[in-house]
């Protein structure tokens, strides 16, 4: 029998007296987790719990609400991942701006809209900076590269956020019941191991490190389900292939060399102190935000819409009312249910048991 089937098997038959609820922190993770079928084979007193981890989804609508009145009031180009052209904003969605006539248009990467502002040195582009730790390295380089070639027509949107505080004030809220963590392997790449290790020493709770490969899930969901049917409150490393004690400081040099912490807001769960990143003073002719002040309504949320319940952990895609049935991939209601790291996406893809 071959390593995975042996680690699928104990997982499948792992004996847990009493229910036990885990929370993954990344988008990758939700997806993953459905695709490659571990879920399936969970063990019963086991439950997924998602939580804030889809960069997409927890993004305010107030940050779109800004882009699109940028675009109009400003004449810019808006440059953005193609996750985003669906999301509804409070009023709109950039999908629909565009049909308008707003000037909108897909990248790859953040450097794709460097290179357009450079070969129209007449129009004005504004990347939507949307993300975790994992893509801000790569903004960065772009401020950078920007400002070394003098472009003046690249702008960002700052949006970028930070999952530590974010996991701090899940615990603090009490709010959800968790038994320990799988945390993200691509984010812990980039900010390393250590820093989650406040999980298990202010919170007394075990987490897990986890890569994202069926062997991966699984061999990290044991690991995590050793530490807690054990009592042992510690934070560990499975992705270590990838996944460093110390992260990766010449990735987060680059990162804290163009980006400063700052408030963010997040959705489902508001204002978070010190979880953003906002361009620092010496790149504030790339920041959209001062360049382009807009006049925009008081945002608002969509009537019947839970992603922030579901972005707390508190309740399951399944639960939502909407799920399946106002609320599709063709016509979402929030952002859980465009992105393809959103739990809601995921859900209604892969299964909605």
Known sequence: MSDIKKEAALLSQYSLPQPVAIMEVCGTHTTEFFRTGVKDIFPQNLRLID???CPVC?????????????????????????????????????????????QVEVVYSPMDAVDMAQKNPDKKFVFLSIGFETTAPAEAVCVL?????NIKNFFLLPGNKLTVPAVKVLLDSGEVNIDGFILPGHVSAIIGKNVWDFIATDYGKPAVVAGFEDYDLIRGTLMLLDL????????????????RDEGNPKALEILYSVFTKGNATWRGIGVIPESG???KEEYVDFDAY????????????????????????????????????????????????????????????????
């Not at 779109?64 to 009145?69: M, N, P, S």
């Not at 895609?317 to 609320?327: E, I, Q, R, S, V």
């Open 51 to 53: 939580g804030p981890g």
């Open 228 to 243: 807690i049917k054990n009592n042992t409150p510690k934070v560990l490393n499975q992705y270590t292939r990838v996944v």
């Open 290 to 353: 001062k360049q382009f002040p807009v006049d925009v309504p008081p945002p608002k949320e969509h009537p019947g819409c839970r992603c922030g319940e579901l972005l707390r952990g508190v309740i399951l895609p399944t639960d939502c009312p909407l799920f399946g049935k106002a609320c599709s991939p063709e016509h979402a209601v929030g952002p859980c249910m465009v992105s393809s790291e959103g739990p809601c996406s995921a859900y209604y893809k892969y299964g909605r048991k």
């Open 277 to 279: 990143l906002d361009l």
């Open 145 to 149: 590269e920007a400002k070394k070639k």
């Open 58 to 102: 927890v993004t305010a609508n107030d940050y779109l609400d800004t882009a699109i009145a940028i675009g109009w009031q400003h004449n810019c180009v808006i440059a953005t991942f193609g996750d985003m052209m669906k999301v509804p904003s409070s009023y709109s969605s950039l999908a629909k701006e565009k049909s308008k006539g707003l």
